[in-house]
């Protein structure tokens, strides 16, 4: 079935369904930010404020491109990487893309514990948390939308995933 490619916001899942989908269908499971920090040998944080967002999302971008990629695997993506450069087109073109859809509500809910190690949400909390997630998808939201696949985040579970995968397989 090839390369199937989980994407959606920070907090959404993609990366512990992710994990567990593969196993479930006996396919290699990449986490393409942990790639990048193997590559780099460094944190997502501290890659962040050694060098700043711009040289980041170029790492990723082509961390994206040129992962050589097993026949069949469930890869997890970074919640911004879909936004930049053409990589939603990429990622279309050389697989199936996913979206785990959830709620900013939701997504505050998940984020509030567990926030340290994006860079990105560092002393956010509560309402200000919210606003930020809510500005954040509506820049996002048009690309993340241009997935093969829109999955309800809520009480998503990697058996359902599977299922709505084999239904929709082309
Ligand atoms: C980011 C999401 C993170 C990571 C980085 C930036 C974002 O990935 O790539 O902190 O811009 O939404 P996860 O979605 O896996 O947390």
């Given at each position: 079935?090839?390369?199937?490619?989980?994407?959606?916001?920070?907090g959404?899942?993609?990366?512990?369904?992710g994990?567990?989908?593969?196993a479930?269908?006996?396919y290699?499971?990449?986490?393409?930010?942990?790639?990048?920090?193997?590559?780099?040998?460094?944190?997502?944080?501290?890659?962040?404020?050694?060098?700043?967002?711009?040289?980041f999302?170029?790492?990723?971008?082509?961390?994206?491109?040129?992962?050589?990629?097993?026949?069949?695997?469930?890869?997890?993506?970074?919640?911004g990487l879909?936004?930049?450069?053409?990589?939603?087109?990429?990622m279309?073109?050389?697989?199936?893309?996913?979206?785990?859809?959830?709620?900013?509500?939701?997504?505050?809910?998940?984020l509030?514990?567990?926030?340290?190690?994006?860079?990105?949400?560092?002393?956010?909390?509560?309402?200000?948390?919210?606003?930020?997630?809510?500005?954040?998808?509506?820049?996002?939201?048009s690309?993340?939308?241009?997935?093969?696949?829109?999955?309800?985040?809520?009480?998503?579970?990697?058996?359902?995933?599977?299922?709505?995968?084999?239904?929709?397989?082309?």
């Amino acid at each position: 079935m090839g390369l199937i490619f989980l994407i959606g916001f920070m907090g959404s899942g993609k990366t512990t369904l992710g994990r567990k989908l593969a196993a479930r269908m006996d396919y290699e499971f990449i986490d393409l930010d942990h790639k990048l920090e193997q590559q780099v040998e460094l944190s997502i944080a501290e890659y962040f404020t050694l060098f700043g967002e711009d040289p980041f999302r170029k790492l990723e971008s082509e961390v994206l491109k040129k992962t050589v990629y097993p026949e069949n695997a469930i890869i997890s993506t970074g919640g911004g990487l879909p936004y930049f450069f053409d990589n939603m087109e990429w990622m279309n073109a050389n697989g199936r893309t996913v979206y785990i859809k959830l709620s900013p509500k939701t997504l505050a809910d998940r984020l509030e514990n567990g926030k340290e190690e994006r860079p990105l949400l560092q002393e956010k909390h509560g309402e200000a948390l919210i606003a930020f997630i809510e500005q954040k998808l509506g820049e996002r939201e048009s690309f993340y939308s241009q997935a093969n696949i829109i999955v309800d985040g809520l009480s998503l579970t990697p058996e359902k995933l599977e299922q709505i995968l084999e239904t929709k397989a082309t």
